[in-house]
């Protein structure tokens, strides 16, 4: 039997460690569970920042370049730094999987000619049109997502794998609550306008015996200016709480006492595994949709609009938006909320929903059938 060598490259944000489940459940955590998974089948080398170390791992794990933010250079820099001074550990992996923001591995092309690479896109299809045309391999995170790629970029070599939710690991967490002391309505998001927290604002405003709690990561926010505004705003509400850089802690307070989980975002996310949190911790989803199936929302909550501009899913309500219109955007959001308290407690089984659909279980064994795929291609030519 061949063993298969891949490299994964992690961004240079966080060290590679056993903590960051704890800490963050973006792209990194999804890498982490990733290679622990594929170090049980294959040979693997994981290319990540210094202090990286993962307990029981049998594969190799180097190191170099030091975090963002303790250091002055740039993320891109470090990211392109990282996989230079790491490449003669990357040169004879079969396969290479860059999970980096940047994407820097595809300047290292020519130097990698014996391996076959590739990466996750977590981002929004626009951002796309700044990569060079390379022929990659680019797994995308939602039919949307893959649909947009491939009609504007047709060199794209796509492949569909949803982000998952390690529910094995969440399970530790979780508590049962009675309904009657499930009492917030869960904001859990960056700190950004285009994020819409600025919306959970004017909900409390108007639904005074509701309760609602924005847990917002600043860490990274472009606009601390807004995030402070909305603190300042919401200390004169008695029923909007926000917590800065909420710890893992927090959050899983939050979720176990969620009424509802709200996803206001005023664009199309590619994906949205925030809702995939809420969702395993039995909140249903109040969320802001376009009309024209753009988003991973509608991938979530699945389900045409009504005459009101209204779908009420199997998980919780969608609201039609048109991103161009905010005054629109307001009050459809404001009005529709009632409707969404009115059925709040209707659905059921929302647990299930995403062990069934969105485990992280179904997302690694997807991973692997890719990298098997790429394998035998490559064995081909």
Known sequence: MILIKIGLIFPSFYPVNDALPLFYNGLE??????????????EVVIVGPQDSKIRDFKGKIVGTTPCVGTNPLMPIQLEYLSIQKNKKE?????????????????????YFNKSTLCFTWDHHPDNLKSFPQLDPNIICISKWQEKTIKEKFNWANTYLIYPGLNVDFYKQFYKKIPNNEKIYHVFLSRLSSIKGPHLVLELAKQYKDEQFIILGDVLFTQENFYAWALKVESEKLDNLHIIF????????HYLNYAKSYLHLALWEEPFGLTMIEGLYFNAPIYALANDYKKGGVNEILIGDFNKEGISNTEVGLKVKINRNDYSNILKNCIEKFKIFLNCINTYKDLQNYVI?????????????????KLYNQTCLL
């Open 29 to 42: 955590t999804r890498d982490y569970w990733l290679a622990k998974y594929l170090d049980k089948f294959y």
């Open 90 to 110: 990357l040169k004879d992996c079969d396969i290479i999987h860059d999970d980096t923001h940047f994407k820097q591995s595809y300047k290292f092309k020519k």
């Open 245 to 252: 850089n909420a710890s893992f802690k927090e959050k899983i």
């Open 356 to 372: 069934k659909n969105f485990n992280i279980n179904i997302t690694l064994e997807q991973y692997k059938k890719y990298f098997n």
